[in-house]
């Protein structure tokens, strides 16, 4: 099992930036892709972006194509989401996510095996 623990959110206006990070323990984190979610209120929790254990593949949500990047530093056992050109569609809950095979990329969130406690980003018209 591994715990991850999101930070990096809070409120911002339309059109600015924010840079999510989700530091992961408790396992080799380099063997494993991780993925980034969110929720927003009275909606299902829908995927925004995976990124495979050597950051060699990355995929995105249509909704942030060309505004959101994933990356990771398997060094600092960290994934990060750089958010731009932030719409007030994208309030929501942010979670981390982790794969539940290493050496795998997951396909739906069933194959996300542990998620963090969410952090909040609020974009403003």
């Known amino acids: 099992q591994v715990q991850l623990v999101e930070s990096g959110g809070g409120l911002v206006q339309a059109g600015g930036s924010l840079r999510l990070s989700c530091a992961a323990s408790?396992?080799?984190?380099?063997?494993?892709?991780m993925g980034w979610f969110r929720q927003a209120p009275g909606k299902e929790r829908e995927f925004v972006a995976v990124?495979?254990?050597?950051?060699?593949?990355?995929n995105y949500a249509d909704s942030v194509k060309g505004r959101f990047a994933i990356s990771r530093d398997n060094g600092k056992n960290t994934v990060y989401l750089q958010m731009n050109s932030l719409k007030p569609e994208d309030t929501a809950v942010y979670y981390c996510?982790?794969?539940?095979?290493?050496?795998?990329?997951?396909?739906?969130?069933?194959?996300?095996?542990?998620w963090g406690q969410g952090t909040q980003v609020t974009v403003s018209s």
């Open positions: 408790g396992r080799t984190f380099s063997r494993y892709a």
């Open positions: 990124i495979s254990w050597s950051d060699g593949y990355t």
């Open positions: 996510a982790a794969g539940s095979r290493p050496w795998v990329i997951p396909n739906r969130p069933t194959d996300f095996g542990s």
